[in-house]
Each structure stands twice: as structure tokens, then as C-alpha cells.
């Protein structure tokens, strides 16, 4: 049987950890309300379609398409909140956490 060795960059371990605390705030955050948990769940998605080796054809060829895809989830959470969100210190830790994703995946290269 032969292994394939993964090879990841601290960037991307970042980007990922970000990704998880943000999908975690979400999925922890008023729990029975289904937007923050489909928010969660959106993170927890396209950080995997963007990381993982999908057995799904579409994704196979398109990093870069998912990378703007969670650029641009990324920045709707956080203009939405900006909008309509309560201005609490969790809600201005998580607007920095994806900032900060915002950021690294912008000079993520696939």
C-alpha cells in the first residue's frame, strides 16, 4: 500500500484554525437559531472543499473558485454583522478572526 504525504504551510494551518474557531463560535452561538448554525456549517464546508481532496468532480479543478467563495462568505458574515449584528466583545473577536482570514487567504495561493 502506498502513502501519500500531505504537505501543508503554517499559513494554511492558520487558515484553517481560523476557519474552525469561527465555525465553532457559530455553531456555539445561540444555538437553536439556524442561521448561526448554517453559518458554522458553511465555514466547516468550504474550509474543507478548499483543503481536502473532495472525492466531488466539480471541486476537483477549482481551488481557487472555492478560496473566493470563502473570501466572500467570510466578508458577507462579516458585513452582515456589521449591519444588523450586537456589537459584543465575542462579536468584535469573531469580526477580527475573519478579518484576519479574509487577509491570509488572500495571499493563499491553491
Request: hydrophobic share 60%; proline share 5%; net charge positive.
Amino acid at each position: 500500500m502506498e502513502t501519500t504525504r500531505i504537505r501543508i504551510s503554517l499559513m494554511q494551518v492558520v487558515i484553517i484554525f481560523l476557519a474552525l474557531i469561527a465555525a465553532g463560535i457559530h455553531l456555539s452561538l445561540l444555538f437553536p437559531d439556524v442561521i448561526f448554525i448554517l453559518n458554522g456549517l458553511g465555514y466547516l464546508g468550504l474550509t474543507a472543499a478548499y483543503f481536502l481532496r473532495l472525492p466531488i468532480p466539480f471541486l476537483q479543478d477549482r481551488k481557487r473558485l472555492v478560496r473566493f467563495a470563502l473570501i466572500g462568505y467570510t466578508a458577507l458574515t462579516l458585513v452582515l454583522w456589521l449591519a444588523i449584528g450586537e456589537q459584543t466583545p465575542l462579536g468584535i473577536f469573531t469580526a477580527a478572526i475573519e478579518v484576519l482570514l479574509i487577509v491570509l487567504l488572500l495571499f493563499q495561493r491553491p
